[in-house]
């Protein structure tokens, strides 16, 4: 895992998911929520999973095809403003929804649930 310093310091963090790695709830590997919790930009294929858990556009940007992963990647490269504004949503969505405080609460909900 990259330090985040080292993740910080990237413009775009391009996440190609699909091979093997740690994964978290299903499909979705833990590098977007390593990447998110230090404020940067996650540019990734389309993951039926990833709307359940961040907002695409919003959260983080995606891609569906080659052609729009370069037409993706140039764009955010030359429009700073709208890149650093989709990291921090994506930083805020990560401290609003998946802290340890937040996640153990879902767990004691669910555990005394039933």
Known sequence: M?????E????VILLLSGGRGERI?????????????CGGFVLSNYQ?????LFTPGEDLAVYGSM??????????????EQRREIAACG???LK????????MG????AAFEK
């Open 2 to 6: 990259a330090s985040n310093n080292a």
């Open 8 to 11: 910080k310091a990237q413009r």
């Open 25 to 37: 709830g299903g499909d979705v590997p833990k590098q977007y929520f390593d990447i998110l919790s």
């Open 48 to 52: 039926t999973e990833l709307p359940e």
């Open 67 to 80: 052609e729009e992963l370069l037409f993706l990647a140039e764009y955010y490269l030359t429009h700073d």
């Open 91 to 93: 930083y805020e969505t």
């Open 96 to 103: 609003k929804n998946y802290t340890c405080e937040v996640q």
């Open 106 to 109: 879902k767990m004691m909900l």
